[in-house]
């Protein structure tokens, strides 16, 4: 699937839930379903800083693709961490490079991506721009 | 007389409203309370007719505003009881008054190996600007720290402050543990030794009416919108033997007497430490807000404070998992909690979709977090316009979110 076709089946989700309890229930859900982060990336230098959550991201790329893996110590961070990385990794740069994640917005919850909201998630995704810029670079200068 | 809350809600028309569907319950007020009525209609009453540029034209606007802005100064004056107007410095907020007390003071009186005395407990506005002036001077900083119950641990002053201390910077109330300061024991125990004290009052002014003579304080510093005023605006109030002797903060108009190319001379207090067009309908929206508490019956209001403090610590306490952080004996204005197993991020948020408004984070006081080895807390804090009725709302609230966890 695209990325855009996996932003439409998470938009689908989260059409059903009519309460706002059940949409941020879920998101709990899957963030405790996500699988933790590997202690030994669980470092300064992956540690994204906000002033009301941390999250974790660590990539590797792999045939062409970036795998991510992330985490976050606020549950409903981490449950938008795993929409994330559903969407975002396992993608080649350009893929990363060609989509936004609007699904956020779609499904209500676009306060968690403003830059006012100091949770660590809006520079979560610039970090994962940019390290799809830098393979990018990468991949042209080979 | 008994305090009518219901009415003195209606001063604050913002309180009656819904947030996310649910009656908002304001229980962030240590960042910053709201304005009554009187406030915002002086201010936009003032911006409609008045305003121009103060102490510089001879047009009739701005010898009102000018008018306006030396008389609030005096209601500041009057309300902390300095003995003069020319101790009391409007600034931008308690951040600037410190600032300019730490660079200022820093500059006339201290040299490379004194030292600075804070305490575990400060805002960070009472940390770093002391740091940056050590840093630039040379000087040692040091802190008193606290016991787990929040309370400052007085027993260590001797230990702590030496024949080196130049000057003590003390918060008035803990912003995260709520805790009450013997602040007029400690000055007068630096003042045995010839030692100024800074207080750092923004929390202090919202609970206690000050009089900085009776405290013997050197420095009081505190902000506007914590107690019920606008933001934008602060007062430094100091004594003027230390204000005569220290050199300005900033440079530019108002604080000047006269400039030439080589050499400027500076004008006398206050305006020698308020550089800059100041922010005198914020000075102006401060004195009504002072007014208006002055028009509240201090000890009724205390009194309530004090239950509603009691009651809401008691009925969260209920709550299993819930841990408290702070609890010294004397206390004003707010818990600081957490619940096991709940990232304040999740719980501030999910509150918020039932109109509940609290603080959550590191609450600017870093070191606080670090005593008790946690990355953030809840802060729930309240104000005279809050009911009881909401206590047992945001109980009924949090209980419901725990079971979501």
Known sequence: MTIDEIQKEIVDEFSGFE?????????????????????KYKVESNLIRGCQSRVWLHQEFIGGKIIFEAESDALIVKGL?????????????KEILASEPRFIDEIGLRQHLSPTRSNGLLA?????????VAYEKIAQNK | ???????????????????????????????????????????????????????????????????????????????????????????????????????????????????????????HANI??????????????KAIPFADNGELCTDQFDSIVTDKTKIIAITHVSNTLGTVN????????AHERNIPVLIDGAQGVPHFRIDVQALDCDFYAFSGHKIYGPTGIGVLYGKRKWLDQMPPFMGGGEMIDRVTLSRTTYNQLPYKFEAGTPN????????????????????ELTIYENQFLTAATLKLKQIEGLKIYGEAPQKAGVVSFNIDGIHPFDLGTLLDQLGIAVRTGRLCADPVMDHFGVENMVRASFSFYNTFDEIDVFYKALIRLKAMF
């Open chain 1, 19 to 39: 309460d706002w309890m059940d949409k941020y229930a879920y998101l709990i859900e899957i963030g405790n379903e996500l699988a933790p982060i590997d202690p």
């Open chain 1, 81 to 93: 961490v795993a929409l994330l990385l559903r969407i975002y990794s396992d993608r080649t740069p």
């Open chain 1, 124 to 132: 979560m995704v610039k970090q994962m721009k940019l390290y799809a």
């Open chain 2, 1 to 123: 007389m008994s305090l009518d809350i219901s009415a003195i809600r209606k001063e604050f028309p913002i309180l009656d409203q819904k947030i996310n569907g649910k009656p908002l319950i304001y229980f962030d007020n240590a960042a910053t309370a709201q304005r009554p009525l009187q406030v915002i209609e002086k201010m936009d009453e003032f911006s409609l007719l008045t305003n121009a540029n103060i102490h510089r034209a001879t047009h009739t606007l701005a010898n009102k505003t000018t008018e306006a802005f030396e008389s609030a100064r005096e209601t500041v004056r009057n309300y902390v009881n300095a003995q003069e107007v020319a101790e009391v410095i409007f600034t931008h907020g308690t951040t600037e008054s410190i600032n300019l007390v730490a660079f200022s003071f820093g500059e006339a009186f201290i040299n490379q190996g004194d030292e600075v005395v804070v305490t575990e407990m400060e805002h």
């Open chain 2, 128 to 141: 770093v600007p002391w740091q940056m002036m050590c840093q630039r001077r040379g000087a040692i900083l």
């Open chain 2, 182 to 189: 013997p602040i007029a024991a400690i000055i007068s125990k």
């Open chain 2, 280 to 299: 005198y309908v914020g000075a102006i929206g401060l004195a009504s807000a002072i007014q208006f508490v002055q028009n509240l019956d201090h000890q």
